[in-house]
């Protein structure tokens, strides 16, 4: 497993190590020692699966009171992923890393708490499995808009199939007291 620095701190790219014959592949989605021993020193609660039809868009979302790592990939399809700091004080406060994954590419983005998260589905479908590094807590969970011109995301489609929510979800500037704070 190689696991690379992205713009964003904290925000990790990892490419495992797949190993491919005639038969097909195999490759080691997480290992815990090799993980922690790459730098990625964080525990798991919860898996999650999402399935996605093409254009649809999911996202901003971040938990405040109980924040959320996620370590994400994608097993059918392609999807392109989205973090977006939004800790008040950071230095790189709004910005955004996104990264294509896929099922060909087996890559896999590690977004820490603090920052909101996004994806759109570029494939006919996708299948979208994610491990939490806290529990799912309703009521706790909020969001920013995707398409938020202060932010700037690059979007790979146009008109996306969003949920009610996040039709409506705030802009970061208006989020104000339920936004994360950076602690250095």
Same mark, same amino acid.
């Given at each position: 497993m190689q696991i690379l620095e992205t713009p964003m701190p904290g925000?990790?790219?990892?490419e495992p190590r797949i190993f491919k014959d005639d038969r097909g592949f195999f490759f080691e989605s997480y290992?815990?020692?090799r993980a922690w021993d790459a730098g990625l020193q964080v525990k798991f609660v919860q898996d999650?699966?999402?399935?996605?039809?093409?254009?649809?868009l999911r996202g901003l979302h971040y938990q405040l009171n109980n924040p959320?790592?996620?370590?994400?990939r994608v097993v059918t399809g392609e999807v392109f992923d989205v973090a977006v700091d939004i800790r008040q004080g950071s230095p790189t406060f709004g910005q955004w890393y996104g990264a294509y994954l896929s099922a060909e590419n087996h890559r896999q983005l590690?977004?820490?708490?603090?920052?909101?998260?996004?994806?759109?589905?570029?494939s006919e479908t996708a299948d979208f499995l994610y491990k939490c590094t806290d529990f799912y807590t309703p009521g706790d969970e909020y969001g920013i808009r995707?398409? #938020?011109?202060?932010?700037?995301? #690059?979007?790979?489609?146009? #008109?996306?199939?969003?949920?009610?929510?996040d039709a409506i979800a705030p802009?970061?500037? #208006?989020?104000?007291?339920?936004?994360?704070?950076?602690?250095g």
């Open positions: 925000v990790l790219l990892i290992h815990e020692k999650n699966h999402s399935f996605s039809k093409q254009g649809t959320q790592g996620k370590l994400v590690y977004v820490p708490p603090g920052f909101a998260h996004g994806f759109c589905v570029l995707w398409d #938020d011109a202060a932010i700037g995301i #690059d979007w790979p489609i146009a #008109d996306p199939v969003l949920s009610e929510k802009l970061l500037r #208006d989020a104000g007291p339920y936004l994360p704070i950076y602690r």
